[in-house]
């Protein structure tokens, strides 16, 4: 099997075809099913041997040397009301994490961001700035994880007639600045 040099799954195949083509346009013309929707990428961390899903990303290439906020808003116009959207927001929320737009420039040196869950956006970022925000956002679904587990544990403790210090709970202003970053 093929490996990145950080260690992911590379592509197996030499070439750059999308297989799935055929299969997506004839599913959507199968009839008594009036919606069908892929969710382009879900994010996901491993927090002591739990999958745990960090983002869900729709993703659209942006073709045009400048962007400016029309075109912006023509795309979240698009997810908006051909349903795209309103699937997106429904498969984050049944995962518990925000569902995002991301409209990527054709040679992937600017990402723009847009929270569909939250309804947070425009942020254009570089692709390190992306690869960063990326990066944050599984250390933060990784600390929110290990609090909740920390609270579990604390409710558990307590029903039990014990004591521990909340203080292990809290949010650390690392983690409030995390959430910020991830939300925005």
Not at 39 to 65: F, N, S
Not at 120 to 129: A, D, I, K, L, Y
Request: aromatic fraction near 10%.
């Amino acid at each position: 099997m093929k490996r990145t040099a950080a260690g992911a799954k590379a592509h197996q195949r030499d070439d750059r075809e999308d297989r799935t083509i055929a299969y997506r346009i004839w599913r959507r013309e199968v009839g008594r099913s009036p919606y069908t929707s892929d969710v382009d990428q879900v994010e996901w961390v491993v927090v002591d041997g739990e999958v745990v899903p960090a983002a869900v990303l729709e993703l659209t290439r942006i073709d045009h040397e400048r962007v400016g906020p029309a075109y912006l808003q023509a795309i979240l116009d698009r997810y908006n009301t051909q349903g795209q959207g309103m699937f997106a927001r429904h498969v984050g929320r049944r995962l518990r994490c925000d569902a995002y737009i991301v409209a990527y420039k054709y040679d992937l040196t600017t990402m723009n961001l847009y929270n569909l869950s939250q309804e947070r956006g425009w942020v254009e970022m570089s692709q390190e700035r992306y690869t960063t925000w990326l990066q944050q956002l599984y250390q933060f679904k990784t600390r929110l994880k290990q609090a909740s587990r920390q609270q579990t544990l604390l409710s558990k403790t307590r029903k039990r007639g014990e004591s521990l210090s909340p203080s292990s709970i809290t949010p650390s202003t690392t983690t409030q600045q995390i959430r910020y970053l991830v939300s925005n």
